[in-house]
């Protein structure tokens, strides 16, 4: 009997077993063990193109280059050497490939390029990145900056708009690097940053400074840039490029490859004017600010969007006004001989109102608008405060009292009597601009302090004069005049005034005041044994 | 029309059927077992064949996809474990079943070393199993190195260098396991061939010859108990076995997935990785083989496997010379003793 | 023995009997449908690749041209019902194909296959037509589709 019951005892536990088993294996057949790789294409080499790659690669000749290639998009579509380095006998860069008879062209130029990327390189060379102005519109620089300088300088960036003898206008790999004509490099702002860096117009700076630049160095790592956009298609990265805001399209706006779609100033030149670039083409600056507006708003609110660029157009308008002033005064001077303008056979080499060298009112006056000036405004069309601020408004004023300081010492009335005033409304010797508020809220107190709001009780009223003005030369949009008049109507609100804080304040000022207590003991009324080694 | 098959079958098949039953029924159905198999330490003999034949067969299906090449392998492994449906899991069993193989002929062993089953008349077949457990070791060597990942390369350099410390004969065995100098295409194929092909063809036949021998010897009783009552093979000892086989292919699975079979980096000839590891069952020789030279640790391993190969005679021997009766439980103790510290101490150094 | 054959006892083997055998199966027809599954694996889709071969125009109606890719060749063929492409490996036993522009059919030099402009076997011993690969028109690129070779581990 006891037999019996051990042996369904091993039976039941067979059964168990195998029941266990099933289980397992049910699991099993579930477990998913792929891990996603990322397969790398192979790459064929095809036709005349093996002799290429062979024979750079023996001779160890641009090796890297085809490297480049391999991981290029064209070398898994099997777009090879000759595609794009195809040349007739007696173009300009033809030439035969050492101890061979394979006829290459050196300079593969967009007009090669336009081969498949058609569309592309119009746009382009409808951009202002393809603008001659450097050539069109300069005093000859090379006298002050001379010419090996300015082809190292000069002419290495503005080379994106090189004028090929094939008639072909641009340079693609200044941002698809050779020969991987990488998207993501292109997008990456660094690619930007090789020339749009520095003094005349920081423009990596201003964007690494700005939140969204911040935003993409945070991210940076896990951003993808190599993304398509032709398409319409959402904007797939979560924080602007330069490329985002400038190039790239979303649900509403095309992917163009001209720059100056989407620009409504002309902020770089030495007055700033609303575009007219190609207008019957792409439209006027309305239509292209309302294509950029059209990216903003993917990420901001239209309100925000909007009174922001209100408020940066502001600064353009602003501008001007300054530059104005500073005009005036080198004009002046050079008609009445202070200046003397740089001249060799009847032929003027500065300007009063471009470029001049050796005088400080030249000097001032051509800093104010390609440096100063352009920092200043395209620190605030793209949130770099701080090229608003101190490289821009704080350097132009600078100059204004260096250039009126010089005229004065050289005799002039005018701005002897400048110099010696004490009214500080001495430096704004120009009309202004404003707007009630600014984008981002309401401050209660700020507002309180500009000497001109308190000096001068029709303050707003002579600006509402001039904003009526530049709206009546549609220099303003419509919804932007109303959108000023809406903020002044109503200024109290938006300058904060209508608000009380005082009692909030007043725990700052108790703070401050101790601070003020803190410094004067532990600093100014500091008294030391030892007298200065140097007696006055 | 099946006693029709039946006659046709039976006339180019001239088999005694009646004959053949009654064989079949005194050989397996009928086989005497000893009572004090029904405790399961002493059943373990079976389960090192199990796993031998679920080697087999995952073996078998693994080759489908595996390609011994140096710059295939890596690629049809990572191919086999990610892509193929299933093929982790039999890739895990193949893998764990390995492991749980060396164990499982540990466990035999130390059963029947403890129990001094290889006593006279049977000591031909511990001989044997020594043999067997040799192979194993050498099967799960060839097998490591097929993965050709890193530590695999590596793991299998330093082990055939080994070889070459043999006097005389070990320089011309490396060359003819290496098929040449350095470890190259030609040994990953060498290895292959041994893995799937002669070494498997050894283990079967000797397991063969292992069973015969059991068989014909009857299981052995435990000593001083020679009067042992028995039952038969079927059904009991069937359940058993069964209960066994169901438990491995169970635990193997679950393995598979909770302890996925690793692939670590692709094998590269030109970068040795800091931490070189075999696997775990060598970790005791690769500490011995640290500490002291390695000749003399060649010669030490030697000396000790000629000595557990022929242990049944040394234990005859000691016993009638010394009359000591428990020799065996003292060297067997040190020895698992030793084991199983340096193969701890190896895991923790690391 | 009477105890044996109660009717309770008698039920306690059939579920016992049912459970083992049940199970055993079970697990019998998984460890097959497993390693079934292994041994016939599915085949994924293969990865296609786009490849750009020419422009709208370059090519006058009723010729082709080679397109070497890698170490085969392909032929484009500009024909009234759109472009083609196809294999230069003849049908038959694997040679390579010529165009004849003169008589807009291809050649096979080993034993005298012939195929016209749309791939389709004319004469001699070619079983079945060349294998023909899709065609893309992206404004005025020409791009083909082909079957991605195993890439290596990135």
């Keep these: 009997?006891?037999?019996?019951?051990?042996?369904?005892?091993?039976?039941?536990?067979?059964?168990?077993?195998?029941?266990?088993?099933?289980?397992?294996?049910?699991?099993?057949?579930?477990?998913?063990?792929?891990?996603?790789?990322?397969?790398?294409?192979?790459?064929?080499?095809?036709?005349?193109?093996?002799?290429?790659?062979?024979?750079?690669?023996?001779?160890?000749?641009?090796?890297?280059?085809?490297?480049?290639?391999?991981?290029?998009?064209?070398?898994?579509?099997?777009?090879?050497?000759v595609d794009c380095h195809t040349a007739k006998e007696g173009d300009f860069d033809a030439f035969y490939c050492p101890e061979s008879d394979f006829l290459v062209a050196r300079h593969p130029t967009p007009k090669d390029c336009a081969e498949c990327h058609e569309q592309q390189v119009q746009e382009f060379s409808a951009s202002k990145h393809a603008h001659q102005f450097w050539l069109i519109k300069n005093t000859d620089r090379s006298v002050?900056?001379?010419?090996?300088?300015?082809?190292?300088?000069?002419?290495?960036?503005?080379?994106?708009?090189?004028?090929?003898?094939?008639?072909?206008?641009?340079?693609?790999?200044?941002?698809?690097?050779?020969?991987?004509?990488?998207?993501?490099?292109?997008?990456?702002?660094?690619?930007?940053?090789?020339?749009?860096?520095?003094?005349?117009?920081?423009?990596?700076?201003?964007?690494?400074?700005?939140?969204?630049?911040?935003?993409?160095?945070?991210?940076?790592?896990?951003?993808?840039?190599?993304?398509?956009?032709?398409?319409?298609?959402?904007?797939?990265?979560?924080?602007?490029?330069?490329?985002?805001?400038?190039?790239?399209?979303?649900e509403t706006q095309p992917m163009t490859h001209n720059v100056s779609e989407r620009l409504a100033w002309e902020s770089q030149s030495a007055w700033s004017f609303r575009t007219v670039w190609l207008e019957e083409k792409i439209g006027d600056w309305k239509m292209k600010r309302s294509r950029m507006e059209a990216i903003c708003k993917s990420c901001h609110s239209p309100e925000f969007a909007e009174m922001y660029l209100l408020t940066a157009d502001f600064t353009n308008l602003q501008y001007n006004e300054i530059r104005r002033m500073f005009v005036r005064w080198t004009k002046k001077l050079t008609e009445n001989g202070?200046?003397?303008?740089?001249?060799?056979?009847?032929?003027?080499?500065?300007?009063?109102?471009?470029?001049?060298?050796?005088?400080?009112?030249?000097?001032?006056?051509?800093?104010?608008?390609h440096h100063e000036g352009r920092r200043?405004?395209?620190?605030?069309?793209?949130?770099?405060?701080?090229?608003?601020?101190?490289?821009?408004?704080?350097?132009?004023?600078?100059?204004?009292?260096?250039?009126?300081?010089?005229?004065?010492?050289?005799?002039?009335?005018?701005?002897?009597?400048?110099?010696?005033?004490?009214?500080?409304?001495?430096?704004?010797?120009?009309?202004?601009?404003?707007?009630?508020?600014?984008?981002?809220?309401?401050?209660?107190?700020?507002?309180?302090?500009?000497?001109?709001?308190n000096a001068y009780p029709d303050y707003w009223d002579l600006i509402y004069a001039n904003v009526k003005t530049v709206y009546d030369h549609n220099l303003l949009s419509e919804k932007q005049w109303q959108m000023w008049e809406k903020k002044y109507k109503d200024k109290e609100h938006y300058l904060g005034y209508k608000y009380n804080a005082d009692s909030v304040f007043k725990y700052y000022q108790d703070l401050d005041s101790k601070d003020t207590k803190a410094f004067t003991e532990q600093a100014v009324e500091l008294k030391l044994p030892s007298k200065p080694f140097w007696i006055w | 029309?099946?006693?029709?098959?039946?006659?046709?079958?039976?006339?180019?098949?001239?088999?005694?059927?009646?004959?053949?039953?009654?064989?079949?029924?005194?050989?397996?159905?009928?086989?005497?077992?000893?009572?004090?198999?029904?405790?399961?330490?002493?059943?373990?003999?079976?389960?090192?064949?199990?796993?031998?034949?679920?080697?087999?067969?995952?073996?078998?299906?693994?080759?489908?996809?595996?390609?011994?090449?140096?710059?295939?392998?890596?690629?049809?492994?990572?191919?086999?474990?990610?892509?193929?449906?299933?093929?982790?899991?039999?890739?895990?069993?193949?893998?764990?079943?390995?492991?749980?193989?060396?164990?499982?002929?540990?466990?035999?062993?130390?059963?029947?070393?403890?129990?001094?089953?290889?006593?006279?008349?049977?000591?031909?077949?511990?001989?044997?199993?020594?043999?067997?457990?040799?192979?194993?070791?050498?099967?799960?060597?060839?097998?490591?190195?097929?993965?050709?990942?890193?530590?695999?390369?590596?793991?299998?350099?330093?082990?055939?260098?080994?070889?070459?410390?043999?006097?005389?004969?070990?320089?011309?065995?490396?060359?003819?396991?290496?098929?040449?100098e350095d470890v190259t295409a030609n040994t990953l194929t060498r290895f292959f061939n041994l893995h799937i092909g002669f070494l498997p063809t050894i283990l079967f036949i000797l397991i063969i010859v292992h069973i015969i021998f059991v068989r014909m010897h009857g299981v052995a009783k435990l000593e001083d108990k020679e009067d042992e009552e028995t039952y038969s093979f079927y059904p009991e000892h069937f359940y058993h076995t069964l209960i066994i086989g169901l438990f491995l292919l169970a635990v193997l699975s679950a393995l598979t997935v909770i302890m996925p079979p690793g692939l670590g980096e692709q094998a590269n000839p030109n970068v040795t990785p800091p931490h070189i590891k075999p696997e775990w069952y060598f970790f005791a020789v690769f500490s011995v083989l640290k500490f002291v030279p390695l000749k003399l640790g060649i010669y030490f391993f030697t000396a000790l496997i000629i000595v557990l190969t022929f242990w049944p005679f040394f234990d005859d021997f000691i016993r009638r010379k010394w009359q000591v009766r428990r020799i065996h439980y003292w060297v067997g103790s040190l020895t698992i003793i030793l084991f199983l510290f340096l193969t701890v101490f190896e895991i923790i150094v690391q | 023995m009477d105890k044996e054959s109660s009717p309770e006892l008698t039920r306690r083997n059939f579920i016992t009997k049912f459970v083992m055998s049940g199970g055993l199966i079970a697990g019998a027809v998984l460890l097959l449908r497993n390693s079934l599954s292994f041994i016939f694996p599915k085949i994924e889709p293969p990865l296609l690749r786009k490849l750009l071969i020419g422009k709208v125009g370059d090519l006058q109606p009723g010729q082709a041209q080679e397109i070497p890719f890698g170490e085969s060749i392909l032929y484009l063929i500009n024909t009234k019902d759109g472009y083609k492409v196809f294999s230069s490996v003849c049908t038959h036993l694997g040679c390579i194909i010529n165009w004849e522009s003169y008589r807009s059919r291809f050649y096979c030099p080993c034993h005298k296959g012939i195929f016209n402009e749309n791939g389709e076997v004319v004469e001699g011993p070619p079983p079945r037509p060349l294998d023909e690969f899709k065609v893309e028109i992206d404004k005025n690129l020409i791009y083909m589709w082909i079957e991605e070779k195993s890439g290596g581990l990135s």
């Design chain 1, 338 to 369: 202070t200046i003397k303008r740089l001249e060799k056979d009847g032929k003027f080499y500065s300007d009063p109102v471009l470029t001049g060298w050796d005088e400080v009112p030249e000097i001032a006056m051509y800093h104010a608008w």
């Design chain 2, 1 to 180: 029309m099946s006693g029709k098959f039946k006659s046709w079958f039976l006339q180019r098949f001239p088999i005694d059927t009646q004959k053949t039953s009654t064989v079949m029924e005194k050989i397996f159905i009928k086989e005497p077992i000893p009572k004090h198999m029904k405790y399961w330490y002493y059943a373990l003999g079976a389960t090192p064949l199990i796993l031998f034949l679920i080697m087999v067969f995952t073996g078998i299906l693994l080759t489908f996809y595996y390609i011994p090449s140096p710059a295939k392998a890596y690629e049809s492994v990572v191919y086999i474990t990610e892509e193929v449906s299933m093929g982790f899991w039999i890739r895990g069993i193949h893998r764990w079943g390995s492991n749980l193989m060396v164990i499982a002929m540990f466990l035999h062993m130390g059963r029947v070393f403890f129990t001094r089953g290889y006593r006279k008349p049977r000591e031909i077949n511990w001989v044997l199993g020594v043999l067997m457990l040799l192979v194993t070791l050498t099967l799960c060597f060839t097998g490591y190195s097929m993965i050709y990942n890193q530590l695999s390369y590596w793991a299998t350099t330093v082990g055939t260098n080994m070889i070459k410390e043999i006097p005389l004969i070990g320089a011309p065995i490396l060359y003819l396991l290496r098929g040449g």
């Design chain 1, 1 to 81: 009997m006891a037999e019996n019951n051990s042996l369904r005892t091993q039976k039941l536990l067979v059964g168990i077993f195998s029941i266990l088993l099933v289980i397992i294996l049910i699991i099993v057949a579930f477990v998913e063990m792929k891990v996603t790789r990322d397969a790398k294409p192979v790459i064929e080499i095809s036709g005349v193109n093996k002799n290429c790659v062979t024979c750079h690669t023996q001779k160890g000749i641009a090796v890297k280059a085809i490297d480049h290639w391999k991981q290029s998009l064209h070398a898994q579509q099997n777009i090879s050497c």
């Design chain 1, 144 to 250: 002050f900056e001379i010419p090996i300088a300015t082809k190292n300088g000069c002419e290495q960036c503005h080379h994106i708009g090189n004028l090929w003898p094939d008639q072909s206008v641009g340079e693609c790999d200044a941002c698809h690097p050779k020969h991987t004509f990488s998207k993501a490099v292109a997008r990456q702002p660094e690619t930007c940053g090789e020339c749009h860096v520095g003094s005349d117009h920081p423009h990596i700076e201003i964007y690494l400074e700005s939140k969204h630049g911040n935003i993409f160095r945070a991210q940076e790592k896990k951003l993808d840039l190599n993304y398509a956009t032709k398409n319409n298609t959402p904007i797939p990265i979560d924080i602007p490029v330069c490329t985002t805001c400038h190039m790239d399209g979303n």
């Design chain 1, 376 to 453: 200043f405004r395209h620190g605030a069309m793209m949130m770099g405060a701080d090229y608003t601020q101190w490289h821009g408004i704080w350097d132009i004023q600078k100059g204004m009292v260096e250039m009126l300081t010089w005229a004065a010492e050289k005799g002039d009335s005018e701005a002897k009597r400048w110099v010696e005033s004490t009214d500080p409304i001495k430096f704004a010797p120009y009309a202004l601009f404003d707007i009630p508020g600014n984008p981002w809220g309401i401050n209660v107190l700020s507002n309180t302090l500009p000497y001109v709001y």
